[in-house]
């Protein structure tokens, strides 16, 4: 096992032992937590990603809860040592659970949270951010200034993509995806084609009526479309944002194939999950085609890229910070603590949000 790693204590005579993995920001969280009879301890370790046996070390013998992070392995042998420790509950820092094993949870009595819903417009302006870093070549033009380029206006100079009037093409249609392409739709008066599962009624009510209003006020309408398979939409649209979750139908979603008959002036960003592309296959798919671009804020084997995308010109790459809004950032720990609390510890007395 490994050595104790160093931690901050709330609420040292609290009742409830609970466990966060990391330093969140905001005090919010850390009040509903002290304010519920919990001991409230934080790791400080300077380490980034925490091992499965650095987590055990956390849980040590007792404790009732614990707040976990994306980068992080839980699984059965985090769950039952949770269990063992007489725990019942955990929550994930973050959307969605691709990083956690529910099963393992299930089979050890562990209830598990995420922190959805406060983070969608923020993730998805930072997938618009990306598509216009992208399409209008922001990030190249900045480097070729401050490199001391710049000698005077000329009619090619990073000539990029307009995006008014183009397709926009969303793969996941859910909270993010909705909000994403409302930006987009909204912002530049582009036309939707997305695949989804299901129907996104309320997105395609919005771009209809949006379109009407369009029209009336003498401007060209904005259109949407339901596409049947995931290769109409790759073929058609000129913007392509990723934001389905990460499991095994999305695994590799974006492959050679599929890269293969999007357009090669398509702009390809992706906010949800790195293992949704394959990173390789892209580095190919962008050394042949230059006019091809990505906007990345997520990589198949964070924190690394595979070998050649950094050099790539025709990429802008983020470090996985689209949900990074102080207002978001603190919104999801207050969940994260909520969930700890609401669905586990009788502590609990109801509190409210904000
Ligand atoms: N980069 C970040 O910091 C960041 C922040 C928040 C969320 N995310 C990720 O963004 C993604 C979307 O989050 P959300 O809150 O919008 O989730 P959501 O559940 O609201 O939306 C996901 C959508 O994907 C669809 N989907 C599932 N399987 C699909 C498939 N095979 N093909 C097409 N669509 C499919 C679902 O039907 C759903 O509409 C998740 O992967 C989440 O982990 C990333
Ligand atoms: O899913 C999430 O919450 C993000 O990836 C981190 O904000």
């Known amino acids: 096992m490994a050595k104790p790693i160093s931690m901050e204590v709330w609420n040292p005579s609290g009742k409830y032992r609970v466990v966060s993995t990391k330093s969140m920001p905001g005090a919010r969280w850390i009040r509903l937590l002290t304010d519920n009879d919990c001991r409230l301890e934080i790791c400080t370790d300077p380490k980034t990603i925490l091992s499965v046996d650095d987590i055990l070390a956390l849980i040590g013998d007792r404790c009732d809860g614990i707040i976990g992070q994306l ?12 269990k063992r420790a007489g725990g019942t509950a955990f929550s994930n820092m973050a959307v969605g659970y691709n990083n956690v094993d529910v099963e393992a949870a299930n089979r050890n009595g562990i209830a598990v949270g995420n922190t959805p819903g406060v983070l969608t417009e923020t993730t998805a302006e930072l997938a618009a951010s990306l598509t216009l870093s992208a399409a209008r070549r922001i990030v190249e033009a900045d480097q070729f200034m401050r490199a001391g380029l710049y ?8 000539v990029g993509n307009l995006l008014k009037g183009q397709t926009v093409g969303v793969i996941g249609a859910g909270r993010i995806g909705s909000a994403y392409a409302r930006m987009m739709i909204e912002g530049f ?11 996104a009624t309320r997105l395609e009510k919005f771009v209809t009526a949006y379109g009407q209003f369009l029209k009336a006020n003498g401007e060209q309408p904005v259109t949407w479309k339901r596409a049947a398979t995931m290769e109409d939409v790759l073929r058609e649209a000129d913007v392509i944002s990723l934001h389905p979750v990460l499991d095994k139908t999305t695994y590799h979603l974006i492959n050679p194939e599929r890269l293969a008959i999007m357009k090669k002036e398509a702009v390809l960003v992706n906010a949800s999950r790195g293992p949704v592309i394959d990173e390789l296959a892209l580095v190919e798919h962008l050394k042949a085609n230059p006019m091809f671009r990505v906007g990345l804020d997520v990589f198949e084997d964070e924190p690394y890229m595979k ?4 050099d790539m010109k025709n990429a802008v790459v983020v470090p996985h910070i689209a949900s990074a809004s102080k207002w978001t950032r603190e919104g999801m720990a207050t ?3 909520l969930n700890v609390l609401a669905c586990h510890l009788q502590s609990f007395r109801g509190q409210q949000l904000i």
């Open 71 to 82: 980068t992080e392995d839980w699984g059965e042998v985090l769950f039952s040592a949770l």
């Open 151 to 158: 000698e005077g206006w000329l009619p090619y100079l990073f």
């Open 189 to 199: 008066k582009m036309n939707l084609i997305y695949y989804d599962l299901y129907q």
């Open 307 to 310: 070998p050649g995308l950094a």
């Open 335 to 337: 969940l994260a603590a």
